[in-house]
């Protein structure tokens, strides 16, 4: 009984963390400062297709997935979830968020998207119920020789360069986000990893 207790703890979790990360992106798009290597990338191709920046966060993580295979790694529920929610949330967030004009406000939703973000990371993070398909391919990579800083330097940079060579958005968001968000992440990962509250309940 106490481990399905737990099991669903940390499933509410996850998605409250795929949540708070979805919204959290759309806030870092109508800052119109400049987004994440990944998310200029998500941009870029959007305004190509002339698609929603949601649909094509869950069509890029559905096909990052398919990389996996010749490197096998195997997905977890939390792949899965993150695969289809992140970019769900975030068609939802652009709906409820308007796009910002004045500085003051778009350094705001800047500053919010940014701490938001790395607090949803963590909390994915550590629900421990498997890697995003972004961070399952840098973990990949890793384990075929590519140091984990190599492997994540070059995939984001290289979504960053194609993302911006289609129209998407680099700009002083990006380098914020970019010096930002480990440091974010690592200080709210210790207040949310599985193992800490997983203790309490025992």
Do not use: K
Not at 31 to 43: E, S
Not at 107 to 136: E, K, Q, W
Not at 142 to 149: P, Y
Not at 165 to 179: A, E, R, W
Request: without cysteine; charged residues 10%; glycine residues 14%.
């Amino acid at each position: 009984m106490l481990e399905r207790v737990t099991f669903l703890l940390r499933l509410l979790q996850l998605v409250a963390g795929n949540l708070i990360q979805g919204i959290s992106v759309a806030a870092l798009v109508q800052a119109n400062l400049g987004l994440p290597g990944w998310d200029v990338f998500h941009q870029g191709l959007a305004r190509v297709f002339g698609v929603p920046f949601g649909a094509v966060v869950v069509a890029v993580s559905l096909l990052v997935l398919l990389l996996w295979i010749p490197l096998r790694e195997r997905p977890g529920i939390g792949t899965v979830v993150n695969a289809l929610l992140v970019g769900t949330f975030v068609e939802v967030g652009l709906g409820w968020i308007p796009s910002f004009e004045q500085l003051a406000f778009q350094v705001g939703s800047l500053v919010v998207g940014t701490v938001a973000f790395s607090l949803g990371t963590a909390m994915y993070i550590g629900a421990d119920l498997g890697p995003g398909p972004r961070d399952g391919l840098m973990t990949g990579l890793a384990r075929r020789g590519a140091s984990v800083r190599a492997a994540r330097t070059a995939i984001e940079l290289l979504a960053l360069v194609v993302g911006w060579l289609l129209g998407g958005v680099v700009g002083v968001g990006t380098i914020v986000f970019s010096l930002a968000v480990g440091p974010l992440v690592q200080a709210f990962l210790p207040w949310l990893a599985h193992a800490r509250w997983s203790r309490r309940g025992g």
